[in-house]
């Protein structure tokens, strides 16, 4: 089956460490979003691709970091510098060929801060 | 920009009574809408979009969604709800012609009741 694998389900991270959160599709899509969840916020956009080796801030950017090496990859990194970590991670991948098509989710990372 | 209005945070209903879940959009060129749902720990799940054509639109699980553009709406309904149906719903937006990114509205809880 197609989808899009996000691992691990939960994760904790120390005081200034770096975590990266791993986020895999084998849909063919073009497209690969990152979404922070916090209750009663809804999704806000961390960074998105489109391309392979192309990324595109979104609106929640600062202390995160990404790379698009290969098409099916879109991994995120949380870095000391992001001071509000804890919340749920949502990755999203889309087929730009066909347009206007709906993006799919993978099931989510939670990041906790020991 | 886009914005996307959620109206009600939380919503509770008995089960098979209808229920309407509200959103409200603002955005200064077409757009394309979305309704997604989320279950308690998983990714979100697309319901039904609006892409073009009839305003009247049919999604999974009996729901369905009117685009007024007079009104800039978008609500959902279904006509009978059952317990399952407890989850969050999202509203979202993007831009006709755009980058195909989504904004989302902060979330609708709806809790079935028996």
């Known amino acids: 089956d197609g989808g899009i694998t996000q691992s691990p389900k939960y994760l904790f991270r120390k005081e200034g460490q770096n975590v990266t959160l791993s986020c895999e599709q084998n849909?063919?899509?073009?497209?690969m979003y990152w979404y922070r969840q916090d209750p009663g916020q809804g999704l806000r956009l961390i960074y998105y691709?489109?391309?392979?080796?192309?990324?595109q801030k979104g609106d929640i950017a600062e202390g995160y970091s990404v790379s698009r090496e290969k098409k099916e990859s879109f991994p995120l990194t949380v870095t000391s510098a992001q001071k509000n970590p804890t919340a749920f991670y949502l990755c999203?991948?889309?087929?730009?060929?066909?347009?206007?098509?709906?993006?799919?989710f993978g099931d989510g990372t939670r990041l906790s801060i020991l | 920009a886009q914005s996307v209005t959620q109206l009600d945070s939380q919503v509770p209903v008995f089960e098979e009574a209808p229920v309407e879940l509200r959103c409200n959009y603002s955005?200064?060129?077409?757009?394309?809408l979305f309704w997604y749902v989320q279950y308690p720990n998983q990714g979100l799940q697309l319901l039904l979009k609006y892409l073009s054509g009839s305003t009247l639109v049919k999604g999974i699980n009996g729901f369905e969604a009117e685009f007024n553009k007079s009104q800039t709406s978008f609500h959902l309904r279904k006509p009978s709800v059952h317990i399952s149906d407890t989850a969050e719903y999202f509203c979202a937006v993007s831009e006709e012609g755009g980058s195909e990114k989504l904004v989302f509205g902060k979330g609708t809880k709806l809790t079935v009741n028996p």
């Open positions: 691709s489109q391309i392979v080796n192309d990324f």
């Open positions: 999203a991948s889309s087929n730009l060929a066909i347009g206007n098509q709906p993006q799919h």
């Open positions: 849909l063919n899509h073009d497209a």
């Open positions: 955005s200064s060129v077409s757009v394309y």
